[in-house]
């Protein structure tokens, strides 16, 4: 007999994409694009993309748009764009991490600016959704630069009980495109799903009810805080206009106020 799901419309979500992904001549610049639409960014940290020049532009473009600002750290990897898994020590991670996060939060304070929350990026992503040992590396150093920063990570138990294990604020996020298995982990084995008209009805149903259909054939609850909008894809922006029909994003940090009461 099938278990009946409980349904549990959501009421306050944020949207993310990505900012400074480029480096030197390599630009991208339909992710300037997605500004009017999400609440939130994540701007890259030089590692795996994003210069000096990019990444002060981007601060800039976020700053006039009024936007939540976040840290996309990953592996130091441009020629693989942080896809590549690399093997690091505790000691090395943690340094990767806080020389990434450090260097947003001085970029950032230097133009009147502070950053709310860190997303990973590629294989360090890909690893904080399925390896727990290695999440609670990265939300302990990024502990180190704020105890108030949020992590946004893959959506699922680890990320839960890695806020409970560290005490650090985290954001479960859902990425459209992709899979998931009946725990919530991303199937990376299936091609993203780009068809516009599916990933509105997969967003539809997932505000009125928090499930989404998983690959076993059926629907998995889940918590949602934050979805990712990829600006990779050329219909990325008919997407997210779409999406900003179904429901009006705004950052985490001012969510949780809500729910906490700080913000009627």
């Known amino acids: 007999m099938q278990e009946v799901l409980e349904k549990k419309s959501i009421k306050n979500i944020d949207f993310n994409c990505d900012l400074a992904q480029a480096y030197g001549v390599y630009k991208n610049n339909q992710e300037y694009e997605l500004l009017d639409y999400v609440s939130s960014v994540n701007i890259s940290c030089g590692f795996h993309a994003g210069d000096p020049v990019t990444i002060k532009e981007a601060l800039m473009k976020a700053k006039e748009k009024n936007v939540a600002i976040g840290a996309h750290i990953g592996f130091n990897d441009i020629q693989g764009f942080g896809y ?5 020590k505790d000691d090395e991670l943690e340094a990767l991490v806080v020389y990434q996060v ?3 939060m001085s970029f950032a304070q230097a133009y009147g600016l502070s950053i709310e929350h860190v997303r990973p990026h590629g294989a360090m992503y890909k690893a904080c959704g399925e390896d727990f040992t290695f999440a609670v590396s990265v ?7 704020s105890d108030w920063l949020v992590l946004y990570a893959p959506m699922g138990d680890i990320t839960a009980k890695v806020s409970d294990y560290t005490g650090l604020p985290v954001a479960q996020e859902l990425c459209l495109e992709k899979t998931y298995n009946l725990d919530l982990t991303v199937d990376y084995a299936i091609p993203d799903n780009t068809n516009n008209y599916d990933l509105i009805k997969r967003l539809q149903h997932l505000v009125h009810t928090s499930q989404i259909r998983n690959n076993a054939g059926g629907v998995s609850m889940c918590e949602v805080n934050t979805i990712h909008f990829s600006n990779k894809y050329k219909n990325s922006m008919d997407l997210i206009k779409e999406a900003r029909r179904i429901i009006t994003p705004s950052p985490v940090n001012y969510n949780n106020a809500k729910i906490s009461g700080w913000v009627e």
Request: glycine share 6%; hydrophobic share 45%; aromatic share 0%.
């Open 102 to 104: 450090g260097a947003i």
């Open 84 to 88: 590549r898994p690399v093997e690091l």
């Open 139 to 145: 939300a302990k150093a990024i502990k180190k630069c």
